[in-house]
């Protein structure tokens, strides 16, 4: 009799699965019930369709799916909390009025100009020498600036390199800059860049810039190709030089109060999962880029890629401009994003 319950006790357990020795998808969804339920908002400045809405949604799916739906990202693009005000934006972050954030470094430097160190002119040559910079001591030159401020560094994606588009003439030379109106963010640096060729740069806020450059208030605007389509300047522009004169990165931040208030395991898997967003927020820049050049042309907008040769005149033209802002934000600062 004895033997009888034991067998049927055997096969009990075996149908059940709950005496199985393979239990582990259980274990998984444990381990993924173990992380604290909070909901977490987060800002960023772009458009649904721009790249720090892309990485910010991304984030929030990763987070999502690793934690088994306990830990929830919010996203709020186009400043949607701030109304519009990218200033605003930054103040609330702050304060911890958001938790979350992804702020282009132009942006963020109303927090400290020094932030925006790695937009000096001519930094980087290329998007391969930004990352290995940024990843290693450009990245714990903003983890320690922006720590004094309250603010905790996740990671950094790109922007992009910025371009120069107008509807008057190809820019080749800096020469061709001279009085084209320009939009710039504002900035010393942007404004100062645009000055030494002898443009006129306005700042104007993002949302203003394709009804000035429809109605001619403007000639034109500088700013990553991504960015330029996203919102259509390809449609009111007709010339385009590729000459990455400046390189943009977008910062990925938490407010640090809110930031020390989470438990171990949630911080370990936010940094996880920011890191993971922003190397695909990069990819995404990089595999795009030529593909919208290419649609540039196809749309009869003329691009212009400037030669080795011809991009060391524009160089040469503004290294006044490299070196005020070395020296303002300190030559030290600056070894930080010189690739050894």
């Known amino acids: 009799m004895k033997k009888i319950f034991f067998i049927l006790t055997f096969f009990l357990c075996v149908f059940f699965t709950g005496c199985s020795s393979d239990n582990s998808p259980s274990i998984s969804n444990s381990n993924k019930e173990e992380y604290q339920k909070i909901q977490l908002v987060m800002a960023v400045n772009g458009t649904d369709t721009q790249i720090d809405s892309k990485v910010a949604n991304k984030f929030a799916d990763l987070v999502s799916e690793a934690s088994n739906g306990n830990v929830t990202i919010s996203v709020y693009p186009n400043d949607q909390l701030a109304s519009g005000n990218a200033t605003k934006g930054i103040e609330m972050l702050a304060v911890g009025a958001v938790d979350l954030a992804a702020y282009a470094t132009s942006v963020m430097a109303v927090l400290d100009e ?10 980087f040559s290329n998007y391969t020498e930004a990352k290995q910079v940024i990843d290693t001591s450009g990245g ?24 120069i588009s107008n509807n008057k003439h190809e820019v080749r030379t800096p020469e061709d800059v001279k009085g084209l109106k320009i939009r710039v963010p504002g900035g010393e640096v942007y404004m100062d860049f645009f000055n030494t060729l ?7 806020s993002w949302s203003e ?10 000639d034109g605007q500088e700013n990553g190709v991504s960015i330029t389509k996203s919102a259509k300047m390809n449609e009111v522009q007709k010339y385009i030089t590729i000459w990455n004169y400046s390189y943009e990165n977008d910062l990925f931040v938490a407010n640090s109060k809110i930031w020390n208030t989470l438990e171990p395991k949630t911080q370990q898997l936010l940094r996880e999962k920011a890191k993971e967003a922003c190397n ?7 595999n795009e880029e030529d593909g919208i050049i290419a649609e540039f042309e196809e749309d009869a907008i003329i691009v212009t890629k400037l030669t080795p040769e011809e991009l060391n005149t524009f160089k040469n033209a503004v290294e006044p401009v490299r070196e005020k802002f070395i020296n303002k934000y300190g030559k030290e600062n600056y070894n930080a994003f010189i690739n050894k």
């Not at 560094?153 to 910025?162: A, E, M, P, V, W």
């Not at 002898?198 to 104007?204: E, K």
């Not at 695909?280 to 990089?286: A, L, P």
């Open 198 to 204: 002898g443009a006129d740069p306005i700042a104007m």
């Open 140 to 163: 714990k030159y903003y983890e320690k600036l922006l720590a004094d401020k309250g603010i905790t560094y996740l990671g950094s994606f790109h922007n992009g390199f910025r371009q």
């Open 114 to 123: 020094k932030i925006g160190i790695a937009t000096i002119p001519y930094t």
């Open 280 to 286: 695909w927020g990069r990819q995404q820049v990089e």
């Open 209 to 218: 810039v394709f009804t000035a450059v429809q109605q001619g208030t403007i």
